[in-house]
Nanobody, 126 residues
Framework: QVQLVESGGGLVQAGGSLRLSCAAS????????MGWFRQAPGKEREFVSA????????YYAGSVKSRFTISRDNAQNTVYLQMNSLKSEDTAVYYC???????????????????WGQGTQVTVSS
């Protein structure tokens, strides 16, 4: 079993940047496909970004593409989400998720992921 702990959230002004980290323990992160999701108050959890364990292919939601970058440091057992040009609509709790092998096209579906962190709050003020 893998435990995930997110960090790096906080309050930032619109146009600013934050880098979220997702540290794993219990298992080697390089063996997992990883994803970031977010959930704003009153809304469903939505896909933000994902990165494959094999090949490092990345995926992004249209709303964050060109602003957010997902990366992984297997030596540090950590996945990152660099968020630039933040907007008020990016305000949400951000969750890190892991799965041993996502099916084709499954990266955007939260039900595909086996392990979840507790989340970190990101608040963007306008």
């Amino acid at each position: 079993q893998v435990q995930l702990v997110e960090s790096g959230g906080g309050l930032v002004q619109a146009g600013g940047s934050l880098r979220l980290s997702c540290a794993a323990s219990g298992r080697t992160l390089s063996n997992y496909d990883m994803g970031w999701f977010r959930q704003a108050p009153g809304k469903e959890r939505e896909f933000v970004s994902a990165i494959r364990r094999v090949g490092g292919t990345t995926y992004y939601a249209g709303s964050v593409k060109s602003r957010f970058t997902i990366s992984r440091d297997n030596a540090q057992n950590t996945v990152y989400l660099q968020m630039n040009s933040l907007k008020s609509e990016d305000t949400a709790v951000y969750y890190c998720a892991a799965d041993r092998s996502l099916g084709f096209g499954a990266y955007y579906n939260s039900n595909s992921y086996e392990y979840w962190g507790q989340g970190t709050q990101v608040t963007v003020s306008s």
